[in-house]
Structure formats: C-alpha cells, structure tokens
C-alpha cells in the first residue's frame, strides 16, 4: 500500500470500519477485525498497530504475521494458515490461537494472555516462550513436543498435551484448573505430575489401587480422578499408619477435636501446636489434611513439610526447622505461610493460596518464582531493586518488604521462559535501541542517514517511540512564529518547507 487512499480501500472493501490512518500508514481499529477467510495475499498488505476488539486472519494462507497489530485487546486467532514463525504476532491478547500451522516453536508468542493458548496441530518440539499462567486453557497436542520445559507453570482451565512424544511430565504445570490430559505420549509413569489438579487426568497408563477410574475402549485410555492421583503419586511417607496409633499419638500431643479418615489422614476442628515437640522426628509422623486454626510446627528439625494438612484455615508456622523444600507445604492457607529460618532454596511447591503475609526470609533463596497468591505482603531476604520495599535488619541479617501483589506481577512480566532466539532478538533490540539514541542526543544522525532500511529495522524491533524522534528529525513539525526569521534562517529554510 503506497497511499492514505490505497489503505482506506482494502478496508473498506473487508468491511473494516471505525478505524484511523496515519501518516505512515498505520492502521488502528476501534471495533473487531474479521478477515477469517477473505486474504488473497500470503502476507498482509495493511499495517495493523492496535485492535481495540478481536482481530481473525484464520483459514487463510498466509506465511507470515507481518503487519499483525502490537496489541490487540480481545482475541487473536491466526489458525489454519501456513505459518512458520510467530515473529510479528501481538505482545498482548485475550485468547490467542495458533493452531494448525507449521510452526516449530513458540518464539515470539504473547507474553501476556487473558484467555486461552491454542498451538495444536503444528510441528512443535518445544513449548518455551509462553506466559507464566494462562488464564483459560492450554492445548499443545498433536505436536512433536518431547519436554514441558518453559512452558506455563499454572493454568486455570484444562491442559490438553496429548499426542507428543513426551517421556516425562517433569517441568510441567504445577496448578491444572480442571482436565489434566497427556495420553498418546512416551510416559513410562505419572511422576512429577502437577501437584493440583481440579478435575480428571486423562493417560494411557494404568495406575493401580485407584478407587475411581473409567478406561476408553476406543481410545485405549484410562481417566482417574486427579485428586486421588495427586495422592498416590505425592504420597508422603510417614511412620504411623495404624488408626488406634494416629488417635494415640493425637491426644499425646494435646490435639482435640480431630476425625481420622478413610485413607488415615486427620482433619483437626481446631489448633494444632507442635512448636518444640517434635525433637525425635525428621518428618511428621502422620498426614494431616485439614486443620481449621492454626498449625504450628516451628522450632524443631524436620527436614520436610510432608504430612503437613492441604488447607490450614489460621496461621501456618515451621519456622526454625532444616527443611530445604516446600513440598508437601499446604496448597491454602487462610492467614499467615511463615517458613523462616530453614534451608528452603527455592519456592516451588509455595502454597497456591496466601491470604495474609508470606515470610520466608534467612533462606538461601536466589529468586522468589514459585509464588503465585498473597493477599498481604512477602517478607524475604531476596532484594528486588524495580519494586517498592521496606528494609530493616533482623538477627544481623537484612530483610525486605513487599506488597503480594505486586510481586505477583513482576513476577508474571519478568519470569516467562524465553527461547534462544527470543533472548537474542531482546539483546540486539537493546543494543539498538542504545545506537540510535545516542546517535540522536549527540546530535551525530544526518537527516540523508534516514532511509526505509533504519524505519524498518526499527519498526521490526517494536522500537516504536524512537522511531518517533527518528522521523521527527527528517520531516519537523511545523512551529508557530514566535519572532521573525532573519535572513540567515530562511536561506536555510525556505527552499525546504513552508515558512
């Protein structure tokens, strides 16, 4: 497209309405973009910036998302075409599907997703680049994908893997909404499967000792109930397991108004205070499963939370204790997660939902991923120099403060898993980002060293507001008189622009 003109008629003629042109022809839409079907050309001729609806360039034949809008408010769907690459598509969505294409990896996607994530049907072997949590669902079936590394870490609908060659589930989801699928792969087990699951698991392996489980005849796979899978596979060890032992051992410990269930687990209708009582244990000797006060298991040595209940209603406290991973900690805690003073290193495995203060600050920890709800603030000695924080030292060591929910969404903006390729388009996008802008404050960029080549480039890297300035050098806008020019200034100016 060559002219303001040129661009109005292809619009018009795809029944795109509301939008505005600008001089450089850039297209933005206040309203939907339907063109599912209706693109002769294998690339689009129009330059889309921002969508403010949904935006549909689906069953077509288009090789590329070239001139796909930075941003698109709703949903985009690119499915059924014969792209390679997501280069181009938009940085944020609603729903985004990419589905049956020819793409081999995920490079480029959005980054941030309000909906669901659709890449099935292509030649993918990987599933890196994608978002932290989606939103909807995430379906990465009928691929060649062999690994979940990189991929999202918490999903609030189904996720549907399914027809891979996948030979393991390690790095995979840690929270599945509802349907964890993964049947038609290379799985020898279940290990390492998320460790919530709201609905079914559907697989081609056959687990024994399930109490609950149907089997497809058709499709040659079993589908169980996740819950009960979770609980065969994280089956914590502990030492007794005889019911007359657990009540035994229950009123030892001053612990009153607790049930023992089925499976031996006790669900206690009040406190539970282990604070100190546990000297000859590294694990608690018996699962709990729901505690409604508070459950306090500090100041002792466990090297392990496993036994710990699935949901405390008070507050959860092992502090002061050796132990060096969060799993089997509890999936909701209804006030305060207080983990201080051990050896943890990492926060995998952090309990779903925080409603208070999350403390785990005088452990070796690097980062704070793991995290995913705090409703009240994160005390940690891990310092993050982008977001607001109180500091103050405790027992000579310094310790930080942070909102939850702010660490939440730095977390979900700087803790998305990004491909080779992406972390070298990142690193040349910042050194020319640097170039330019020097090039620009120094003073040293000649109008004759603008060409089509530099707005390219600059366009290509989404540098969007440097090129701004860029084409303001070349082509000023005009400045209202405030005094005469002399002599000197219009022989400058007057054969290049009105005066």
């Not at 051992?249 to 006790?266: C, E, G, P, T």
Request: hydrophobic share 30%; proline share 3%.
């Amino acid at each position: 497209m060559k002219s303001i003109e040129d661009v109005e008629k292809w619009l018009d003629k795809h029944e795109i309405t509301s939008y505005t042109i600008s001089s450089n022809l850039n297209v933005n839409v206040n309203g939907n973009v339907n063109l599912r079907g209706k693109i002769s050309e294998n690339i689009l001729p129009v330059n889309f910036e921002k969508i403010n609806g949904y935006f549909d360039i689906s069953n077509n034949s288009l090789v590329s998302l070239e001139n796909c809008p930075v941003e698109v408010e709703k949903d985009f769907d690119c499915s059924t075409n014969r792209i390679e690459t997501l280069f181009g598509a938009p940085y944020k969505v609603g729903d985004f599907n990419c589905s049956d294409n020819l793409l081999k990896n995920l490079s480029y996607s959005p980054k941030e997703i309000d909906g669901y994530f659709d890449c099935s049907k292509n030649q993918l072997i990987s599933i890196e680049g994608t978002p932290r949590t989606i939103k909807g669902y995430f379906k990465c079936s009928y691929n060649q994908i062999t690994s979940l590394k990189g991929g999202p870490k918490y999903i609030k609908d189904y996720f549907d893997c399914s027809n891979n060659k996948i030979d393991s589930l390690k790095e995979g989801p840690i929270t599945v909404g509802k349907d964890y699928i993964c049947h038609t792969n290379e799985l020898q087990d279940l290990e390492d499967i998320a460790e919530e699951i709201g609905w079914d698991i559907t697989t081609d392996i056959n687990l024994n000792h399930m109490k609950t489980s149907t089997f497809d005849e058709e499709n040659k796979y079993w589908k169980y109930q996740g819950k009960e899978v979770i609980e065969h596979i994280y089956k914590p060890i502990v030492a007794i397991s005889n019911k007359k032992d657990i009540e035994k051992w229950l009123k030892k410990n001053r612990i009153h108004d607790f049930k023992i269930l089925a499976d031996n687990s006790v669900d206690v209708d009040g406190d539970v205070r282990l604070s100190n009582c546990l000297e000859t244990y590294k694990k608690l000797p018996i699962k709990f499963n729901e505690v409604k006060g508070d459950f306090d298991i500090s100041d002792n040595e466990l090297v392990s939370l496993e036994g710990s209940p699935k949901k405390v209603g008070g507050d959860f406290l092992a502090y002061k204790n050796e132990i060096t991973s969060l799993k089997g900690a509890p999936k909701e805690v209804g006030k305060n997660f207080i983990v201080l003073k051990n050896n943890i290193k990492s926060l995998e495995h952090s309990p779903s939902i925080v409603n208070e203060d999350y403390i785990c600050s005088h452990n070796p920890l690097s980062n704070l991923e793991g995290l995913t709800h705090v409703g009240g603030n994160i005390f940690t000695s891990v310092c993050i120099p982008t977001l607001k924080f109180k500091e103050f030292s405790y027992h000579s060591l310094m310790t930080y403060k942070y909102s939850g929910i702010e660490v939440i969404e730095y977390l979900e903006k700087d803790y998305i898993t990004l491909t080779e390729e992406e972390e070298i388009f990142r690193k040349t996008r910042e050194n020319l980002k640097t170039v330019v802008t020097k090039l620009l404050n120094e003073r040293t960029l000649k109008v004759e060293m603008i060409n089509d080549t530099l707005l390219k480039n600059l366009t290509k890297y989404n540098l969007i507001n440097l090129k701004k300035r860029v084409l303001a050098l070349k082509e000023p806008e005009e400045i209202k008189l405030k005094r005469e020019l002399t002599e000197a200034e219009i022989l400058e100016s007057v054969f290049k622009k009105e005066i």
